[in-house]
């Protein structure tokens, strides 16, 4: 099974309701929108992303000979059901926010419009892409803020949750103004700029620390960047000015060194000293472990140059997961409420707008009905029409400048990473429809038991 | 690219110490431990998982032509790298815990002794697989003492991080105890139980809550669990019992319902309430909605008969990752040990060693130098000799049975998630190692600047 590609990654009911919708004419158009609920603890903004893996699961999504018959040994599948996935493509549209928007709770950032059992089939892996790339992007943002202009690179394929998580996170951050990733994979497959240094191990087979950043450097001279804190990280800075100095005749620079514990504050302290009375000024300070927002805004001021954030970023350890939903807003051209307590839903097709001040800082966001009308920019744009995608893919890089503009253009306090509560306001036409669709569901209580 | 299938799903720097590794003869044995330092917040246990994964990438792990090529226009890398990766296999030995075998910091999980080319490649990938897998199972293990016997289904696709996540989600739970999952493509992979009730859309398609239940019954009537806190839970349970009556006379049986929102005891004792005095004991109530340990120890009184968990399993939520290592603890047979502050490792190949009370609860463990004698039962198992597998891969109910032996046996403060710590001794043979070795780093420095 070709894990990330193969469209019976979905929940059961998916398929029970699809089997029902066939069975009772349910095939009218719906319209499902995704949005987050409310933001984690700590949490400002989110930024969006995943949208480019939605779109190009939405085109490809097919169930093979092989995919069908492996539904049919499980034994529950109606004929009718397993005939209609064989011959399924999506043939809906999709509006969404550009990755790399900023956005808040309420505001929806990706609508399907679709004949039910597509739009239906489709939510599982579409939230499942689109949540975990904005997840990231949105951790990312806060890192990139935090470290105020030096670079980060993603270090944390081996504690992202699983493969594929590795990679998006790799991509995710990427847009969000990360400099770069370890992942060999992610580089390839996107190509973002892969950087790495060395691991603890390398040091160690040696039986001599200086011996060991001497092979390392004769072998990859390139971008080199030496790992200092394996037993003495004071000791391990001298051993590099000196050899530093030995192999800048021979035309091999040390670019850097690298720092992975202890107080990194005071030893990036101590280490630039020791560089800059050796007159080695260029050899820069990468740190690493256990990074994230916190630890880069109180390591503003030390003398680090770059930094390497892992598990905090790969799986955003504060807030793995959003409180997401993707929910009907409109079946056979009638809106629909959900009014689960807790989570109910505004209901039909919506638009979201947002104005700026002069200067271009974000200055508020307005939900409205699709066919309101409202000042300022329209965030959600067409995606894919009919099964086709509209205009061609934004290049990563194009979005990562898009994703730069927008962190540029987040109030103050945002920017800051303060508590901030960014004015969302929801339009009257948006209130009314809800106000009147309860009105009809009460109503729809008298009649039957 | 077949992402959870590449050799290029590892870090760069995996690449560079290779090429430095092969330019400078440093091909001879190493030996690598996989290990979690220390527990997270709220954890007194850990549950191994993952190994099968692990062992099914060692076995099959190879550079394609494809990906050769890929690598090299890259650019920096050498024809010596690329030839060796070419023709790499994994020809190792490998040891581990059984996967579902609880453990505790400091024990060793899995040890590679291989070539040091090879150890060091296997690293990123043999983390992101054993450590995502356990994170989940450990997690999944305390749901399952927290609910105290009533079965947990896996909810959590969509919030995984990407489709790997949601996979081997699925399959860590069901070793931990669950007893199933919603996810298709993992029952189909693994033979995983699947099952799945409906959504809110299905209901709000419909302009009558009752005709959606109807028909719902109608089409999929098998294991049949009807979703009732769309608009006003009360009465759609009354929708259900009188539904209930009127199909058991076509011989359609109402199997639950399921409450997704609100006070879920509140509302569980309520419904409860409605099916007994329509004469409807057999009906079953499923909840869900963002539950985790605390959510299901305070339900344990309600009237609810199972409980479908999501984001704060495939997530693992409170606690996304763990803060394991591989470490080199061996290279041509001497003892390696590292001390950055605050992550010195125990030097050696290792064993853990754990005793029981006559009861068979586990009393305490010891970790060992390999060849120290100790009583008890040696946790670490040859899994894999020269790169190929000892025994056939146990099956996953072996593995499950396996598991709920092991929490059966754990402490009872254990079972009960409270806190507590369990005793893991660090034998006199290591520490007079890790000694030794110290002394002799120390003495190294006098020589060299």
Redesign the interface.
Known sequence: ????R?P??????????L???L??G?TDV?V?ELFVRKLPERRGFLMAAGLEQALSYLETCAFSEADVA??RR?G?FPDRLLDYLLGLRFTGDVDALPEGTVFFPDEPILRVIAP?PQA?LV???L???V??ET?IASKAARQVLAANGKPLID?G?????????????ARASYIAGFAGT????A???FGIP?????????I???????AAFE??A???P?DLVLLI????TE?AA??VA?LAHRLAGEGIAVSGVRI????LAETALTVRRIFDDAGLPKIAIVAS?GLAEDQLLALRDAPIDSFGVG?SLT???DA???D?AY??QE??G?A????????ATWPGRKQVWRTHHRDGEFAGDAVTLEDERHEGEALLRPAMRAGCRVGRPASLEAIRLHAHDQLVRLPASLRRLEPFVYPVEISEGLRNLAAELDRK?RA??VP??
């Open positions: 099974m070709d894990i990330d193969t019976l990654l979905t929940d059961l009911y998916q398929l029970n309701m089997a029902a919708y069975d009772h349910l719906a499902f492996a539904l499980l529950s039910l239906q939510e599982t892996r939230i499942n892409l949540h975990f997840v270090f394929l081996r504690r992202a949750h699983g493969a594929e998580a590795g990679i998006l996170a370890a992942t060999l994979a580089g390839i497959e892969v950087k790495g240094t060395m691991a603890h191990s390398f160690q087979v040696h039986d001599d620390e200086a092979n390392f004769r072998s990859r390139r804190d394996t037993y003495d000791r001298r051993r000196e992975d514990s202890g107080d472990g598990t799986t955003s350890s793995p997961a959003l997401c929910k009907l079946y056979a009638i629909r409420r959900k009014r689960s307590q807790g989570k569901e729809s209580a039957r038991p």
